[in-house]
């Protein structure tokens, strides 16, 4: 089994390229594509057609539907499972789409953020807080070590924050409780040693090949205008009509590009032609973040033009 990814801005070609090379080479078919995601938002996803879908196996695709959580950790299992029936099979496995931060996290790992707690609290404080909440992250980092023990109270906030979402969380309140030593009231059900080692990834691949597909910037746009052209041809305002009658509340996925628009347009605070010039005008900006992030996240990669990328691939793959 040999895997590569497959990436570029939106609109470059990659879902076409990888599904006639995963047919020709023996493949399936990882998509890197947050919005593939969900059930029911096909037209502004570009999802590939269902008779693509049956010609080769793919994964990450149609999992959820738009009102159900999804982040990278579910996407690192779904990575293992396309690898492992892979392998199972003798297949290639190609990675493909859009979403350059969970190829990102799969190639280099991945810790969570939290928000600055500005405590204006002691070491010493800390520390003793620390060494009742969580002494195992206590017993081995001491008093001065200022950083650590700023970074475990920003973890303590958010694991404080998360498991009491009933009531209103209040840093000063949580700052007084500390130096007042009212520790049961701080109590929590996972430490920050613990929430930490549970929610951090390691590395999953190592040695990737990686392509990129790069274009003109003034090709690219006409590109995305026709893709965009295109979509409403299909029926991207009736597909969007749908999701934000059956999902008032407006989760995550409505509010991505495409259908973000046709929410306004279905409002009436934009008309016709203003759809399709925002839409092609907020995915071109979309694109151009993704060649700046491609390009700065990615520095062993081949870049090239669509039939380089074939070119190269095939070479990599016979």
Known sequence: ????????????GKTDLALKLASEFNGVILSLDSLCVYKQIDIASAKPSEAELASVRHFGINLIYPNEHFDVGMFFKIYKQARE??????????????????LKSLISGLSPKFERLESGLSNSEI????????????SKFSQNDTYRLNKWLDIYAHIFKTENRTKEFDTQNLIKAVQDKSWQILEIL??????????????????????EIVWDKEILRERIKIRTENMLKKGL???????????PSEPKPLKSIGLKECGEFLRGKIDESELLELISTH?????????TFNRSQFEDKFSGSIKECEDR??????
């Open 1 to 12: 089994m040999k895997e590569l990814a497959l990436i570029g801005a939106t609109a470059s």
């Open 85 to 102: 029936f892979a392998l199972e099979s003798d297949k290639n496995l190609f990675i493909t789409g859009g979403s350059g931060f969970y």
């Open 127 to 138: 520390h003793e807080f620390a060494s009742k909440i969580d002494p195992e992250f206590a």
């Open 190 to 211: 996972t430490p920050p040693s613990i929430y930490l080692r549970e929610n951090t990834y390691e590395p999953i691949i190592s040695n990737l090949k990686i392509f």
């Open 237 to 247: 305002l009736a597909e969007a009509k749908i999701l934000f009658e059956k999902y």
């Open 283 to 291: 995915t071109a900006q979309l694109a151009k973040r993704q060649r």
């Open 313 to 318: 691939i095939r070479e990599f793959l016979s």
